[in-house]
């Protein structure tokens, strides 16, 4: 007969589960905050958000410098990114126009009443789209065209996605092939706590005098997000853990080239320690070669776009990104290519893998919106640079490239720890 274990053993082992009951919960907060940084109560990771909220503020504020704000009408994490640059960040189907109209909704719901009508709030963004700035860059927006009707449905999905609006009834659907009627119409409660936060931004927009208001595009952008940072070497080094945390948090890959000299250095020195940390609280996995460092998330959850992936589009992608990843390695050629060539690439690849695709991908001439596709998204994940029809690939593609198979012995496994493997190289 086995003894009984003691009390304080009990206690022990308890105490390690609840411990470790904390870390999964904590973890799995940073993830959906990182995922939903404008978080509703009905997120179903809410309530582990609530039960961690100090100690999640005070790694973010820590780690990334980004203020996180929990409340019982929900949460809102103040992600500001770290390149102002990168134009491959939005929402999914989104241009200039709708932005400009989400911005306008929003205005429009922050004086509107509790509860409002789809058609009302239509109505009202017609009204303030006839201001005169708007006017004269060209902006138009009324609600007889299913065009427009339809870009506002998309707004309102938005506002829905993201806890601004609750739908009381109604259908939005209906509404966009005849508004004219009142069964068409839908109706919202306006959830003011998640509408304050919107807007990420360090200093709102409307708080600039005109006559001290940024003119072109890239200050104004700067101007949104400047934060105040400590005239010190402390605080010099703080602001550049904090961008490269952004970065690593937010981008698929770091390229050590792409940093300034300054960030460089620091990174060169600190990734190890800074990516264990990141690591220990998002479960994610460092890869770290001499070309940069990544932080890859093993269950594809914590990502806007999966590879790989299933369905047409990913598969596609999957072959192009093979095939870069082989013209980079082919010392023999230029790894540099075109629009023309991968999209004939992909119309020869319908032979043999065509009959695992959706029939009006296999058209003659669908190669091309095929190749559009796959491209936009290897350039999202920054596996490529895309411009003017000329694709390059960059060292992180290389984890695609996929060779002969080869059976190595159990001894020499371990050697490639030390060997001189490039960025994901497999």
Not at 362 to 379: F, K, Q
Request: hydrophobic share 40%; net charge negative.
């Amino acid at each position: 007969m086995s003894a009984r274990p003691l009390p304080h053993q009990d206690s022990q082992r308890l105490g390690e589960l609840q411990k470790a009951q904390q870390q999964d919960e904590f973890s799995r907060g940073v993830r959906a905050l990182l995922m939903h940084p404008l978080m509703a109560p009905g997120n179903e990771d809410f309530p582990a958000v609530r039960r961690q909220a100090e100690r999640l503020r005070d790694w973010f504020a820590r780690e990334a410098g980004w203020p996180l704000h929990v409340e019982r009408e929900g949460a809102r994490l103040f992600k500001r990114p770290a390149n102002l640059s990168d134009d491959t960040r939005g929402l999914p189907a989104y241009d200039k126009r709708r932005y400009v109209l989400l911005c306008l909704a929003c205005a429009v719901l922050e004086r509107a009443d509790p509860q409002i009508t789809l058609q009302l709030l239509g109505e009202r963004v017609v009204q303030w789209a006839t201001e005169t700035t708007l006017v004269s860059r060209g902006f138009e927006f009324t609600l007889r065209s299913s065009t427009d009707r339809r870009d506002l449905v998309a707004v309102c999905k938005t506002l829905l996605e993201h806890g601004v609006l609750q739908r009381v009834a109604g259908d939005e659907e209906s509404f966009i092939h005849d508004h004219s009627a009142a069964q068409h119409d839908a109706l919202y409660d306006v959830q003011r706590r998640m509408l304050a936060g919107m807007l990420a931004a360090v200093r709102g927009p409307s708080t600039w005098r005109l006559e001290d208001m940024p003119v072109d595009f890239e200050d104004r952008l700067r101007s949104l997000v400047v934060e105040h940072a400590a005239d010190s070497e402390q605080g010099r080094r703080d602001a550049l853990r904090h961008h490269l945390a952004r970065r690593l948090l937010d981008d698929p890959v770091i390229y050590t080239a792409s940093l300034d000299a300054d960030t460089q250095a620091y990174f060169v020195n600190q990734r190890g320690a800074m990516a264990g940390r990141l690591c220990d609280a998002t479960g994610l996995v460092a890869e770290q070669r001499a070309e940069g460092l990544a932080l890859t998330d093993e269950s594809g959850l914590l990502t806007d776009i999966s590879m790989p992936a299933e369905g047409t589009e990913a598969h596609a992608t999957l072959l192009v990104a093979e095939h870069l990843a082989q013209r980079l390695r082919d010392t023999q050629a230029s790894p540099v290519t075109t629009d023309d060539a991968i999209a004939a690439f992909l119309r020869g690849a319908v032979d043999r893998y065509g009959r695992y695709w959706r029939k009006s991908a296999r058209e003659p001439g669908a190669e091309r919106e095929l190749a559009s596709i796959a491209l936009d998204r290897l350039n999202k994940l920054q596996l490529i640079t895309h411009q003017n029809g000329r694709i390059r690939p960059l060292a992180a593609i290389a984890r695609f490239a996929i060779g002969e198979t080869q059976i190595r012995p159990p001894a020499t496994q371990s050697v490639r720890n030390g060997s001189a493997d490039t960025l994901f190289d497999t």
